[in-house]
């Protein structure tokens, strides 16, 4: 599975963007699906995250209520809509596809698939 994230930029504090994330070489529909995002100096840290029917969705505390996840399992894209941007979501973010189990849907350990990340930049 090659996975390719696209839709980082720069965007004023409050502001919105939407995130992309397209497979290529196997369908995603039998696998779990997240973001996650590292900034400089800082450790790679969960964002959200999407069962494989789209029904289940998770959220890290600091995203909640401003971030939505879905998925398009015929397009086979995922996608995260983040409104409210603070300074603090500055980071490359990183989509990946795994079956994790319940304990390790937050975990880089959970996914097995990796694509490259899109820079996302908010200023204050």
């Known amino acids: 599975v090659q996975l390719q994230a696209s839709g980082g930029g720069l965007v004023q504090a409050g502001g919105s963007l939407r995130l992309s994330c397209a497979a290529s070489g196997s369908t995603l529909s039998k696998y779990s699906m997240g973001w996650f995002r590292q900034a400089p100096g800082k450790e790679r840290e969960f964002v959200s995250a999407?069962?494989?029917?789209?029904?289940?969705?998770y959220y890290a505390d600091s995203v909640k209520g401003r971030f939505t996840i879905s998925r398009d399992n015929a397009k086979n894209t995922v996608t995260l809509q983040m409104n409210s941007l603070k300074p603090e979501d500055t980071a490359v973010y990183h989509c990946?596809?795994?079956?994790?189990?319940?304990?390790?849907?937050?975990?880089?350990?959970?996914?097995?698939?990796w694509g490259q990340g899109t820079q996302v930049t908010v200023s204050s």
């Open positions: 990946a596809a795994g079956t994790p189990i319940l304990s390790y849907v937050g975990k880089q350990e959970g996914y097995r698939y």
């Open positions: 999407i069962r494989w029917s789209g029904g289940i969705t």
